[in-house]
């Protein structure tokens, strides 16, 4: 399997412009999370979805913050406007049961994002 | 508030030295998983721990799971440069899929 792939990799914008990221989870995977990635506050989730369905979108911070999941292999992150305190590494990852009741999380290689 | 708290924060050591990281809660996990995150990457899973007092290897890593399922401690032997990355603790509640990731502890094997 080619594992959780995410695009693009690094994308560089300026403020008030619409950022869209994207996810391919891992193929029989039912859930999809979004997280955040910064030196201050480590990794931070920010929605997660159970078979295409947000479950908790608790930790989006903002209005400006919306993540859709159309269907099992694609899941997008959307922030509009953009503002520079969002810049940075946003990951994506998709998981399944393992042992025993443990749930085990498989991240993708994440997109940096600078917002000046 | 900081559920898990990783330490140290920041480790660098010698090629071949040994070393322990530290994953410490008040919160009981029914599973604990150790990432390891290298730079311009994501976290790559490692290992999950389920029993209390369970120690796993993986090569010249050591994990272990507290008796109370409340810390966790992971142990390198001989460490060399390719073990140089950001070390995440991460605790998972029975029946629920997300994690409580610590902040990590960030490790420098210089040769």
Not at chain 1, 26 to 53: A, P
Not at chain 2, 57 to 80: C, E, N, P, V, Y
């Amino acid at each position: 399997d080619a594992g959780v792939i995410q695009s693009p990799r690094h994308e560089v914008t300026e403020m008030g412009q619409e950022v869209t990221l994207r996810c391919k989870p891992i193929s029989g995977h039912d859930y999809l999370f979004w997280y955040r990635q910064t030196m201050m506050r480590g990794l931070e989730l920010l929605i997660y979805f159970n078979n295409n369905v947000p479950i908790d979108d608790s930790g989006m911070p903002e209005d400006r913050f919306s993540a859709k999941m159309p269907n099992a292999s694609f899941s997008t992150l959307k922030i509009q406007p953009s503002e520079p305190r969002d810049s940075a590494v946003y990951f994506c990852a998709s998981g399944a049961w393992g042992q025993g009741t443990s749930y085990e999380q498989y991240f993708g290689p994440g997109t940096r994002l600078t917002v000046t | 508030t900081q559920l898990l708290e990783q330490s140290p924060q920041f480790l660098s050591i010698q090629e071949g030295e040994n070393l322990t990281v530290y994953c410490n809660s008040s919160s009981v996990f029914s599973s604990l998983q150790w990432y390891r995150q290298e730079p311009g990457e994501g976290p790559v899973l490692l290992v999950t721990v389920v029993t209390g007092g369970e120690v796993k290897k993986l090569k010249r890593l050591t994990f272990q799971f507290g008796d109370a399922r409340k810390d966790s401690s992971l142990h390198i032997t001989a460490a060399q440069p390719g073990d140089t990355g950001l070390y995440l603790c991460a605790g998972s509640y029975s029946g629920y899929s997300t994690l409580t990731f610590g902040k990590g502890t960030m490790l420098l094997v210089s040769p």
